[in-house]
T-cell receptor, first 112, second 115 residues
Framework: GDSVTQMEGPVTLSEEAFLTINCTYT??????LFWYVQYPGEGLQLLLK?????DKGSNKGFEATYRKETTSFHLEKGSVQVSDSAVYFC???????????FGAGTRLFVKA | DVKVTQSSRYLVKRTGEKVFLECVQD?????MFWYRQDPGLGLRLIYF???????EKGDIPEGYSVSREKKERFSLILESASTNQTSMYLC??????????????FGDGTRLSIL
């Protein structure tokens, strides 16, 4: 069945460091792919998305490229800030579209 | 600003009580969802609804029921609360997308403790 695998956390970085959070998926066909972010004490919110192969989603300095050949959608940011400390979830829609399949989440800590 | 509102941020109940968690969305969305979030287990879908009075079981429906009498409101019910239902509960909504997936909008969660 469809699934999402994320790198385990927590990831701890210093401010201005480069961030990569790995995400790979298994799916029927070529679904849209998403990153959600959960800041402390809040629910999830959509960070970025890509709807087809080779698309790059971007928002708030974060980027992710839909790689069909490696079935990956890695999240990157060139220079993280303390305010980026959160849990990041990679996700894709289930076959049929009603439900979302979430990865386990990767917690990011950014130190000043 | 669009919003999903959960009635309580924190709730403490006793074993055996019937517990109601309420969720309201103001975006006229067709789909609504209840998840629980536990450390190391990520988000797990309990129930969802794609229309008023319609409901579908998610991955972990045991011990829970839901009610959707109005489009904007989706209630999660713990029929007889148990300590293993202590968790963070998240409500979400999304518009009907047909074959096109629509991202979900989440509330801020209810942290429920069962003593």
């Amino acid at each position: 069945g469809d699934s999402v695998t994320q790198m385990e956390g927590p990831v701890t970085l210093s401010e201005e460091a480069f961030l990569t959070i790995n995400c790979t998926y298994t799916a029927t066909g070529y679904p849209s792919l998403f990153w959600y972010v959960q800041y402390p004490g809040e629910g999830l919110q959509l960070l970025l998305k890509a709807t087809k192969a080779d698309d790059k989603g971007s928002n708030k300095g974060f980027e992710a490229t839909y790689r069909k050949e490696t079935t990956s959608f890695h999240l990157e940011k060139g220079s993280v800030q303390v305010s980026d400390s959160a849990v990041y979830f990679c996700a894709l829609p289930s076959t049929g579209g009603f439900k979302t399949i979430f990865g386990a989440g990767t917690r990011l800590f950014v130190k000043a | 600003d669009v919003k999903v509102t959960q009635s309580s941020r924190y709730l403490v109940k006793r074993t055996g009580e019937k517990v109601f968690l309420e969720c309201v969305q103001d975006m006229d969305h067709e789909n609504m969802f209840w998840y629980r979030q536990d450390p190391g287990l990520g988000l797990r879908l309990i129930y969802f609804s794609y229309d008023v009075k319609m409901k579908e079981k998610g991955d972990i429906p045991e011990g829970y029921s839901v009610s959707r009498e109005k489009k904007e409101r989706f209630s999660l019910i713990l029929e007889s609360a148990s300590t293993n239902q202590t968790s963070m509960y998240l409500c979400a909504s999304s518009p009907a997308g047909g074959l096109v997936y629509q991202p979900q909008h989440f509330g801020d969660g209810t942290r429920l403790s069962i003593l």
